[in-house]
């Protein structure tokens, strides 16, 4: 049977599941199955952006289930996100126009504003110079910000919100907003359980989504000497005393303290994992020792932007 998944409602009254499928790094060739694998295990939300290079290929599976009655579109909550050198008000409907094409819909139900940070427009999506060394744009994001609201009120998304912004960030876009975010995507995992950014956007009802709740270990900066999450000795004792694998306990208290949750995989078993823990139930006391794990531990620095004035991770707490 397949599992009533719990809902966030957005500020906007659409309502977003906790769980579903990440596809960073899921490479072309493998995304197609994985959502489709996805699908017929019970996810109705796919988490999808440009710059992830594959959305014609998730396309293709939400395709394919639609065709054979699985699923409707209705069914399904899809985001997508503005990759950074989009972020002219003028190239943002282009943008969003070309991940539905690449997606196959309509309409997404969710379009994020990727980075605060932008670049260089009209060309590579990393345009580099001649070191190497990638080339801003200075759009500040709150006109991005406008030309987000112009789309959604053309229907092209449901919803529209921000990721890897910081409080500081999210505020100068509130002070703008004629539409509010309706959700804010950040790293989010007991070694970085952003509490504080979380707490803040309770305070102005804004939803949190948390990427890498597994601490990425595929992502392709990793070193072997970086500390790895699912393989923490600490989070393994407490998945043995439930009966549970790591990445259960991961995802578990992600949805336990009411952030949406988007693990990533292309493999069918731990699409399933993953997927399996409407079962249990962490105790309050699990809880807070899950908290406790915070150390400032960011996987995703987004060092490539260093030194970029919106750059959200360097002048900020949080
Ligand atoms: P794969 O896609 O090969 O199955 P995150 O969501 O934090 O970015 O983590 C994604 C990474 O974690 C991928 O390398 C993925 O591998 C791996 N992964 C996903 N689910 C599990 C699981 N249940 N157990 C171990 N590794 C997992």
């Not at 997927?275 to 620095?301: A, E, H, V």
Request: contains cysteine.
């Amino acid at each position: 049977m397949t599992p009533q998944v719990p809902t966030v409602k957005f500020n906007d009254g659409q309502e977003i599941p906790v769980f579903g499928l990440g596809t960073w790094k899921s490479k072309p060739g493998e995304v197609t199955q994985a959502v489709k694998d996805a699908i017929d295990l019970g996810y109705r939300h796919i988490d999808c952006a440009y710059i992830y290079g594959n959305e014609k290929e998730v396309g293709e599976a939400i395709k394919a289930k639609i065709a054979e009655g699985v699923v409707k579109r209705e069914d399904l909550f899809i985001t997508s996100k503005l990759w950074n050198t989009f972020h002219k008000p003028e190239l943002v409907e282009s943008a969003l126009k070309e991940t539905l094409n690449n997606l196959g819909v309509d309409y997404v139900n969710l379009y994020l504003i990727h980075w605060p940070l932008g670049y260089k427009e009209g060309g590579a999506v990393f345009p580099t110079d001649e070191h190497g060394k990638l080339v801003f744009s200075d759009v500040d994001y709150v006109d991005t910000w406008k030309a987000l609201e112009a789309v959604s009120r053309k229907g092209l998304t449901k919803s529209i919100g921000l990721s890897n912004f910081n409080k500081r960030q999210i505020e100068r876009v509130l002070e703008i907003a004629t539409i509010k975010p309706a959700n804010l995507q950040i790293e989010c995992h007991p070694y970085l359980n952003q509490k504080k950014l979380i707490d803040f956007c309770k305070s102005k009802d804004i939803s949190v989504t948390g990427y890498s709740p597994l601490g990425s270990p595929d992502r392709p900066w990793a070193k072997p000497e970086d500390p790895q999450l699912l393989n923490d000795p600490k989070l393994i004792t407490l998945a043995e005393a439930h009966k549970k694998t790591t990445a259960q306990i991961l995802l578990r208290y992600q949805v336990q303290r009411g952030v949406i949750t988007i693990p990533k995989s292309v493999t069918r078993t731990r699409i399933a994992q993953n997927f399996d823990i409407w079962d249990f139930q962490l105790t309050p006391k699990d809880m807070q020792y899950l908290d406790s794990l915070d150390c400032n531990g960011r996987f995703c620095p987004m060092t490539g932007g260093k030194g970029h004035k919106h750059h959200p991770f360097e002048n900020d707490e949080f």
